[in-house]
């Protein structure tokens, strides 16, 4: 229910509405997490890849060696070489919106508490 929060207040600053959410690292090996969030969200997620901080350290390096562009080329060059699974939303969403209906009522009680 944190992810979907987060997205809601991120899509609340910035303006924009997110589509997919990406899940990088370690977590993209946990597909119950992936589908959940998915699910909780009502977003497509797309997990991958695994080494998403080896892979931008590298790219980084390339960059300020010459070697490569920029970073839209790196993003460019580890998405054709790594794979990703993507996860699309299922099951019934009106459930999911009550579960998160009182995920923010307790929300809002326990931040008033803590005020």
Do not use: W
Not at 36 to 59: F, H
Not at 61 to 83: F, M, P, T, V, Y
Not at 87 to 105: C, H, M, Q, V, W
């Amino acid at each position: 229910m944190k992810y979907r929060y987060t997205i809601e207040l991120l899509s609340e600053a910035t303006g924009k509405d997110y589509d997919t959410i990406h899940i990088v690292g370690g977590g993209i090996k946990d597909k119950l997490l992936c589908q959940t969030v998915a699910d909780i969200c009502q977003k497509k997620v797309v997990a991958g890849p695994i080494e998403a901080t080896v892979l931008g350290n590298i790219a980084i390096q390339l960059i300020s060696h010459g070697e490569i562009e920029d970073i839209s080329h790196a993003r460019k060059i580890i998405r054709n070489s790594e794979e990703t699974v993507t996860y699309k939303p299922t099951g019934d969403s009106s459930e999911i919106n009550e579960a998160y209906d009182r995920f923010l009522e307790i929300m809002f009680v326990k931040e008033t508490a803590l005020n």
